[in-house]
């Protein structure tokens, strides 16, 4: 499995911006990981929030972030970053970074081996 560390997390007035950030080591030598951003509101279940195909020449979004997240990769740096504008109070949640040993993505939990631990992002109105 893949390890993967968030940060980027905080709070923020409506309207404004954050950039996530998720860090990864370890894994299969040679892997390709399709990377992944999740969330997970208070009494929610975990959502699909936007993934990145291992070449990062191919993103996917939820509709609810579409126009307003943008999803990267260095793969150089090991990291996937996870900008985010125009931010709504619903998009308070905690934040996960998830990985899976493929080149495609999936928008499945359930799909991907490896999670971080997680960062709160909060937007008050």
């Known amino acids: 499995q893949v390890q993967l560390v968030e940060s980027g997390g905080g709070l923020v007035q409506a309207g404004g911006s954050l950039r996530l950030s998720c860090a990864a080591s370890?894994?299969?030598?040679?892997?390709?990981?399709?990377m992944a951003w999740f969330r997970q509101g208070p009494g929610k279940e975990r959502d699909f929030v936007a993934a990145v195909t291992w070449s990062g020449a191919y993103q996917f979004y939820a509709d609810s972030v579409k126009g307003r997240f943008t999803i990267t990769r260095d793969n150089a740096k090991n990291t996937v970053y996870l900008q985010m504008n125009s931010l709504k109070p619903e998009d308070t949640a905690v934040y996960y970074c998830?990985?899976?040993?493929?080149?495609?993505?999936?928008?499945?939990?359930?799909?991907?081996?490896?999670w971080g631990q997680g960062t709160q992002v909060t937007v008050s109105s």
């Open positions: 998830a990985a899976r040993l493929t080149t495609y993505y999936s928008d499945e939990a359930h799909d991907y081996e490896s």
């Open positions: 370890g894994g299969t030598r040679g892997g390709t990981y399709a």
